[in-house]
């Protein structure tokens, strides 16, 4: 398994500013991914973060607005960017392939919980 | 994007019942996981259950996987007030809509 921790666990900001959320693992891990998690609904997914190649964006996340770094196989960053209202979301770090393996099991970390004024 | 799709949205049983929750996913997948989420708090891993398997059990939880249909089924059975919660389906990363789940004491 892995033991996951994000910083901040919970921010305000104002509109217009820039957050950038740690993630930090327990052991190395191949696969890193950035989720986001609106009130009562599931998570999307953000962009996956591999060590030495640029983060793979979903469909509708733009790298300018999640700019993400994966300098180690234990650390991860993402920004969330000129921020609005409606990025106030959790936001969530997981990682998959602890075995190395990508189809070993996925583990998540808390969340931050992102409140934008 | 999603790939899972979970049915139903919402499921409500007495305690003592069995629940049984659907997903639905429309590519090939390595695997496939299923997840629970209390009210306001992080996801639980529970089951991974691998493109070359059927079936699996833990505790009281089980999975199945018919990778022609496309389709995975979660049963929990003997449902306590403790399971409620809302279950996930996820392939290869990416989660399905979720099944809230009520257990009436």
């Known amino acids: 398994s892995a033991v996951i921790s994000q910083k901040p666990s919970r921010d305000i900001c104002q509109r217009g500013t820039s957050l950038t959320i740690q993630c930090q693992v327990d052991s190395q891990v191949t696969m890193m991914f950035w989720y986001r998690q609106q009130p009562g609904q599931s998570l999307t997914l953000i962009a996956t973060?591999?060590?030495?190649?640029?983060?793979?964006?979903e469909s509708g996340f733009v790298i300018d607005k999640f700019p993400i770094s994966r300098p180690n196989l234990t650390f991860s960053t993402l920004t969330v960017s000129n921020m609005s209202p409606e990025d106030s979301s959790i936001y969530l770090c997981s990682v998959g392939g602890t075995g190395g393996a990508s189809t070993d099991t996925q583990y998540f970390g808390p969340g931050t919980r992102l409140t934008v004024l | 994007s999603q790939q899972g799709e979970e049915d139903p949205q919402a499921l409500s049983i007495q305690e003592g019942e069995n629940a049984t929750m659907n997903c639905s996913y429309k590519t090939s997948i390595n695997n496939l996981q299923w997840y629970r989420q209390n009210s306001g708090r992080g996801l639980v891993h529970l089951i991974l259950?691998?493109?070359?398997?059927r079936e699996k059990h833990s505790g009281r939880l089980r999975v199945t996987l018919d990778t022609s249909k496309k389709s995975s089924s979660l049963l929990i059975t003997a449902s306590r007030a403790a399971d409620t919660a809302s279950y996930f389906c996820a392939t290869d990363f990416r989660f399905g809509a979720g099944t809230r789940l009520t257990v009436k004491p």
């Open positions: 973060a591999n060590q030495g190649s640029e983060a793979t964006y």
């Open positions: 259950i691998r493109s070359n398997e």
